[in-house]
């Protein structure tokens, strides 16, 4: 498949950042110690690989990737999108002298891995040219940010990530301002 210049190097960048993100996501998934984080991103390893996989296909082959991406639905697993079920929220400090990871470093350093690959996965889809290039980014988006809804959902219900209903006057005032198309 022929690549135009900009395709080529935003495909590049993406495949160093899978190359980050299985790395990261073998590590972790052995020093996980919560059952449910370690189950999870042993879920989510073959869809990073086969991703890594098709990239590497469109910067080899002359015909692309010969597979569509396995794209995760959305798990939704909390009750309350806008409250903590726990109400305890642990303090976090940087480690400066580290052997190893806990899990909530585990599942932020995995979750703002998955941030990032998909903002770039999504302005690389913004400016590709070819079709099939194109879909194949926005599915790669949608892998991205259903997983790390899965990993937020873990860490909110652990009180690693605080979630709280924003506040009525708040809304209220926002409301106020805007008035529907009639």
């Known amino acids: 498949m022929q690549l135009a210049t900009h ?13 980050n993100s299985i790395t990261n996501m073998a590590l972790f998934k052995n ?15 073959p869809a990073h690989v086969q991703d890594y996989n098709m990239k590497v ?40 002298s580290l052997q190893k990871l806990n899990d909530r470093e585990i ?9 990032r ?4 996965y999504a302005w690389s889809a913004m400016e590709a040219s070819n ?15 259903n997983h790390a809804y899965d990993v937020w959902q873990w860490m909110v219900k652990k009180g690693y990530y605080p979630l709280s209903p924003a506040p009525e006057n708040e809304t209220n005032v926002i409301a106020s301002i805007y008035n529907e198309v009639k």
């Not at 020093?31 to 390893?45: N, P, S, V, W």
């Not at 599942?107 to 998955?114: F, G, N, R």
């Not at 079709?131 to 940010?145: G, W």
């Open 7 to 19: 395709e080529l190097h935003d495909l590049h960048e993406l495949i160093v950042s899978c190359v």
């Open 131 to 145: 079709p099939e290039i194109r879909q194949f980014l926005k599915d790669a988006f949608t892998m991205s940010c």
């Open 57 to 96: 296909q469109y910067v080899k082959n002359a015909t692309g990737a010969n597979q569509k991406l396995n794209i995760p639905n959305l798990n939704v697993a909390l009750k309350d999108f806008t409250k903590s079920p726990v109400n305890e929220f642990p303090p976090i400090t940087p480690g400066t």
């Open 117 to 120: 690959a998909g903002r770039e």
């Open 107 to 115: 599942a932020t350093a995995y979750l703002l891995t998955l941030k």
């Open 31 to 45: 020093m996980a110690q919560d059952q449910e984080l370690k189950t999870m991103i042993d879920m989510h390893f």
